[in-house]
Nanobody, 125 residues
Framework: QLQLVESGGGLVQPGGSLRLSCAASGFTLDYHVIGWFRQAPGKEREGVSCISVSGGSTNYAGSVKGRFTISRDNAKNTVYLQMNSLKPADAAVYYC??????????????????WGQGTQVTVSS
């Protein structure tokens, strides 16, 4: 069974940092594009960042560019999202997702077929 498990969420003050992890079980991430998405209460799910199979290509939503960094460690079967200078507007449930095996590099939500259960990020003083 293919599973993604997010961790690293929590409560942080504005300006603080968190690192989210996305670990895979039942499959290896090597040939899957991975994306991070988030959903705040009352809002639609939105894309945050995505990373290509090799890790050589990344994309970020404009609202997080320069503050968030996505990376992957295929040896550890894990993808990370380093979030710095967090703002209250970043508060949401964060999900990682994977495209199908060998899928093209895309950050479009409909391309992602395997999803984690999400981890809550709260930014508040």
């Amino acid at each position: 069974q293919l599973q993604l498990v997010e961790s690293g969420g929590g409560l942080v003050q504005p300006g603080g940092s968190l690192r989210l992890s996305c670990a895979a079980s039942g499959f290896t991430l090597d040939y899957h594009v991975i994306g991070w998405f988030r959903q705040a209460p009352g809002k639609e799910r939105e894309g945050v960042s995505c990373i290509s199979v090799s890790g050589g290509s990344t994309n970020y939503a404009g609202s997080v560019k320069g503050r968030f960094t996505i990376s992957r460690d295929n040896a550890k079967n894990t993808v990370y999202l380093q979030m710095n200078s967090l703002k209250p507007a970043d508060a949401a449930v964060y999900y990682c997702a994977a495209t199908d095996f060998g899928g093209s590099y895309s950050c479009l939500m409909y391309e992602y077929t395997t999803w984690g259960q999400g981890t809550q990020v709260t930014v508040s003083s």
